[in-house]
């Protein structure tokens, strides 16, 4: 039983659209994590936050829009995506305070597909 | 630049042993993880080597040498269930995670 959630599982939407991907941790932590995983490339991390502070923005388009209302939650939002864009994303986090050593623990992904 | 290589595919009989190596070239070092993570699912973490040697944990062990920018994940007694992909990460000098494109593990009966 993961101790972080995510929805949806799988979205599948046009370019035009909007959509958000939702996290959700039970773990008590104070970090969480944003990455894009494509097939057979190294995961791709794309925001951090710690303490509800956005620590890491790794030059995301801002086509991608997290949101972290609190410790538990992690928004993704998207709008006009490209093609480019379909990979799985997961979500991450960790104890936090002390990021250096944090051993990250991750969702299930949401699988995204962009027509 | 920051690189982590590790094998793209790789095939074992069940309950053969297999060894899974990772090299990395980062600016400085910090740890190295070891992630398994089944088609489908979550990464789960699996181990943590800062000091060089090896760390066993039941089937499953871990070693690191610092000197040549080497690991090897060391999988015993193998069971279908270990068919997965296995994720390789470096902590470098700014604590960021570095990570390699995954080993996929096959294992046959």
């Known amino acids: 039983e993961t101790g972080v959630t995510q929805t949806p599982r799988h979205l599948v939407m046009g370019m035009t659209n909007k959509k958000s991907l939702k996290c959700e941790q039970h773990l008590g932590h104070n970090a969480m994590y944003w990455y894009k995983q494509s097939a057979k490339k190294p995961l791709e991390l794309m925001f951090v936050?710690?303490?509800?502070?956005?620590?890491e923005n790794n030059s995301v388009p801002s086509r991608f829009s997290p949101e972290c209302p609190n410790s538990s939650h992690l928004f993704l939002h998207l709008h006009t995506l490209q093609p480019e864009d379909s990979a799985l994303y997961l979500c991450?986090?960790?104890?936090?305070?002390?990021?250096?050593?944090?051993?990250?623990?991750f969702g299930p992904g949401t699988r995204l597909t962009v027509l | 630049g920051q690189n982590i290589d590790q094998p793209t595919e790789m095939t074992a009989t069940e309950g053969a042993i297999v060894q899974i190596n990772c090299t990395y070239q980062t600016s400085g070092f910090n740890g190295l993880f070891w992630y398994q993570q089944h088609a489908g699912e979550a990464p789960t973490f699996l181990s943590y080597n800062v000091l060089d040697g090896l760390e066993e944990k039941g089937r499953f062990s871990s070693f690191l040498s610092r000197s040549k920018g080497y690991s090897y994940l060391l999988l015993k007694e193998l069971q279908m269930k270990d068919s997965a992909s296995y994720l390789c990460?470096?902590?470098?000098?700014?604590?960021?995670?570095?990570w390699g494109a995954g080993t996929k593990l096959i294992i046959k009966p």
């Open positions: 990460a470096v902590l470098d000098s700014n604590y960021q995670l570095i």
């Open positions: 936050y710690n303490f509800k502070e956005q620590t």
């Open positions: 991450a986090s960790s104890p936090g305070g002390d990021l250096n050593t944090d051993t990250q623990y």
